[in-house]
């Protein structure tokens, strides 16, 4: 099993930039990428929007309302990732949340932290 733990979040101002912090804990041996979706609050996480991933190597990938505007990174050594994102606008309002993909197609999910973008 794998356990992730997300910080970060909370109000941002239009325009403004956010920096959520996930750890790893548990079998992180098994983990292979790791990344973040984001979801309405209310509904369920699975059906969420592909936000960032980052895979041990190093090699990330973007969602299209990420790109260009986002960077995710990973520090192998504190299994944690760090996704940064910029010029924030209200419809960036939801919960983001961490998820690692492990061995056995198994993926495994953070509890949620909420980012509201709002003057």
């Known amino acids: 099993q794998v356990q992730l733990v997300e910080s970060g979040g909370g109000l941002v101002q239009p325009g403004g930039s956010l920096t959520l912090s996930c750890a790893a804990s548990?079998?992180?041996?098994?983990?292979?990428?790791m990344g973040w979706y984001r979801q309405v609050p209310g509904k369920q996480r699975e059906s969420g929007e592909f936000v960032a991933a980052i895979s041990n190597s190093g090699s990330t990938n973007y969602g299209a309302s990420a790109k260009g505007r986002t960077t995710i990174s990973r520090d192998n050594a504190k299994n944690t990732v760090e996704l940064r994102m910029n010029s924030l606008k209200p419809e960036d309002t939801a919960v983001y949340y961490c998820?690692?993909?492990?061995?056995?197609?198994?993926?495994?999910w953070g509890q949620g932290t909420l980012v509201t973008v709002s003057s």
């Open positions: 548990g079998n992180i041996t098994s983990i292979y990428a």
């Open positions: 998820c690692a993909d492990g061995l056995g197609h198994k993926k495994y």
